[in-house]
């Protein structure tokens, strides 16, 4: 990770760690890299947040100061970006938004050529643009400055490629959509009621400051409510730029993103389309996944969290489906990110094909409980190199067996270990987790 962009593009609270002068820099550095050679296309898009139009015009700015066209899909989903791009002959996308984090946060997501996040030697050179390190960059004039572009029709694009992935008409279908207030706001409704369902949606009013506030992907317990109120058959909540889906069943219940591989990936494999019968997840998928993985005949593999390191490892080995148990799910042959519309789309394959409840379909999956502590401390590698601190990991290890499982890691961005147990009951989970914080706090690592 570099100094301004992580795993996710560059984020911040808006005008505090991510200002309209980082913004201004991005598209001049942006619009001269790729317009040495020819007049440089890229695309915009943005989330409801207050400030992401703040950033747009920024960007905007400081691209056709350097020459480039810039071309505004306005509000729309980060997936959406990634497709136009790709499709389009775009130099690369810029997607403004922070997810799913409150409305004051804000992110700039740079997407290449290809749809996929932006390399990270690009990143660094940007970086550096900001930081005053590259020299002052010429600014276009008279008819080398940069024009702006309408450009909804490109928004308009994806919805119709979502329609096209169906398989049947949604006809009779009760489903309920959570918007969370952003992106998917503008495009999920009218893809299912284009599909024929009884579409039902709530979080679809934002208003600049009401994004992911109650509701939406973090917060599934509304839509939970929502479901079981209205007799629904299904639920998706999508976060604030929807490349998020996490679903809830006909009975209330919460199916993650763990759940929706297993659904999707079994079905595929069935269909003979589970490339290499393998499923890719992070090292934070539920144990129980796994088993029921190894039931069902399917493969696995897992990658650090974050769904760039899920996507590298299924365009490296040719995976199919692979994703994140916060709901980013990623279908290789359709998108080169997660999308929590076509996720949902997908599911919706499922129980239509299999004429099954999606409660039947997750039956086979038993979710192991689990308990993850974040513990601070003073030096993180020393921390989780102490030898005293490996032994009694080694040792949970040995006494969870094939019955569940612990995981140590130190977080990307915060002076925290974070330790993680799942094992068959709440009791063990804590037992456990709490055994290897009581050695880091006698060696003393652990602050406060």
């Not at 804000?106 to 996929?116: E, L, S, T, W, Y």
């Not at 008819?143 to 096209?164: C, F, K, P, Q």
């Not at 591989?261 to 992070?282: A, F, H, I, P, S």
């Not at 502590?373 to 080694?394: L, S």
Request: aromatic share 8%; hydrophobic share 35%; net charge negative.
């Amino acid at each position: 990770m570099g100094k301004y962009f992580g795993t996710d593009g560059f984020r911040g609270e808006a005008n505090v760690d991510l200002t309209v002068e980082h913004a201004f820099k991005v598209g001049r550095y942006l619009g001269w890299y790729f317009g040495k050679e020819h007049k440089a296309r890229v695309v915009i898009g943005k989330d409801t947040r207050r400030s992401s139009y703040m950033f747009e015009y920024a960007l905007v700015a400081g691209l056709t100061a350097s020459g480039a066209d810039a071309y505004l899909l306005h509000v729309t989903t980060t997936p959406s970006v990634a497709y136009v791009v790709r499709t389009e002959d775009f130099d690369c996308g810029i997607m403004i938004s922070a997810s799913h984090n409150p409305f004051y946060d804000n992110g700039i997501k740079v997407i290449n050529a290809k749809g996929h996040k932006m390399e990270a030697d690009v990143e660094q050179l940007i970086e550096d643009y900001i930081d005053g390190k590259v020299d002052e960059l010429p600014l276009a004039t008279r008819e080398n400055v940069g024009r702006t572009v309408d450009y909804a029709m490109g928004r308009n694009r994806y919805i119709g490629h979502l329609i096209s992935i169906a398989t049947r008409s949604f006809k009779d279908k009760k489903v309920g959509l959570d918007c969370a207030n952003g992106s998917a706001s503008a495009i999920a409704k009218s893809v299912f009621d284009a599909l024929g369902a009884k579409t039902y949606v709530i979080h679809a009013e934002p208003d600049g400051t009401n994004i992911n506030t109650n509701c939406g992907s973090t917060h599934i317990e509304t839509l939970q409510k929502y479901v079981k109120e209205n007799g629904l058959d299904v639920g998706f909540a999508y976060d604030g730029d929807a490349d998020r889906c996490i679903a809830v069943d006909d009975e209330g219940k919460v199916v993650d993103g763990d759940l929706i591989m297993y659904v999707c990936g079994r079905y595929m494999k069935e269909k003979g389309t589970l490339n290499n019968d393998t499923v890719v997840t992070t090292v934070m998928s539920n144990f129980g996944l796994y088993l029921a993985l190894d039931e069902a005949g399917m493969r696995y593999e897992k990658t650090a969290v974050g769904d760039k390191y899920v996507y590298e490892n299924m365009v490296q080995n040719g995976h199919s489906i692979g994703g994140e148990q916060s709901g980013h799910i990623i279908f290789s042959k359709l998108a080169t990110t997660g999308d929590g519309i076509l996720t949902s789309l997908k599911v919706m394959e499922v129980m239509l094909e299999k004429k099954a409840k999606l409660s039947e379909l997750v039956k086979p999956v038993r979710i192991y409980p689990q308990l993850l502590v974040n513990v601070r401390v003073q030096d993180k590698p020393a921390a989780r190199n102490d030898e005293d601190v490996k032994a009694a990991i080694a040792k949970v290890e040995e006494q969870l067996g094939n019955t569940g499982r612990i995981l140590v890691r130190e977080s990307g961005t915060e002076p925290v270990i974070r330790v993680m147990v799942e094992a068959e009951n709440d009791e063990l989970c804590s037992k456990y987790v709490y055994q290897v914080i009581d050695v880091l706090k006698a060696k003393g690592h652990v602050v406060g």
